[in-house]
């Protein structure tokens, strides 16, 4: 049973950067053909998918945030980081990893797993 799990500093101030972490369990990510991606929900807006990282390290980046955003991957703790620079309250939100069915590109949006999410708070 694959599971995911975010952690985080739960509040930043803003101009701060932003580091979440995903933890892994169940399978190794690298293991081909999955995708990670890093989502976000503000209130009362439409999910956002930020950005994945796949299997072999490769990563892709939403156009609206990728002068800021960063993902990386650590294989010897099976997790993947999110990094956000420059954040502001717009960046408030609950940030969730999710990971795809394995089915690989362009159908890296098809999520078989997530994690419970992860709530951010950036103060004025």
């Known amino acids: 049973q694959v599971q995911l799990r975010e952690s985080g500093p739960g509040l930043v101030n803003t101009s701060q950067t932003l580091s979440l972490a995903c933890a892994v369990s169940?399978?190794?990510?690298?293991?081909?053909?999955?995708?990670y991606s890093w989502l976000r929900q503000s209130p009362g807006k439409a999910l956002e998918w930020m950005g994945a990282i796949n299997y072999s390290g490769s990563t892709y980046y939403s156009p609206s945030l990728e002068s800021r955003i960063s993902i990386s991957r650590d294989t010897s703790k099976n997790q993947i980081t999110l990094q956000l620079t420059s954040v502001t309250p717009e960046d408030t939100a609950m940030y969730y990893c999710?990971?795809?069915?394995?089915?690989?590109?362009?159908?890296?949006?098809?999520?078989?797993?997530w994690g419970q999410g992860t709530q951010v708070i950036v103060s004025p």
């Open positions: 999710a990971r795809d069915l394995g089915h690989g590109y362009p159908r890296i949006y098809e999520y078989g797993y």
């Open positions: 169940g399978d190794s990510i690298t293991l081909k053909w999955y995708y």
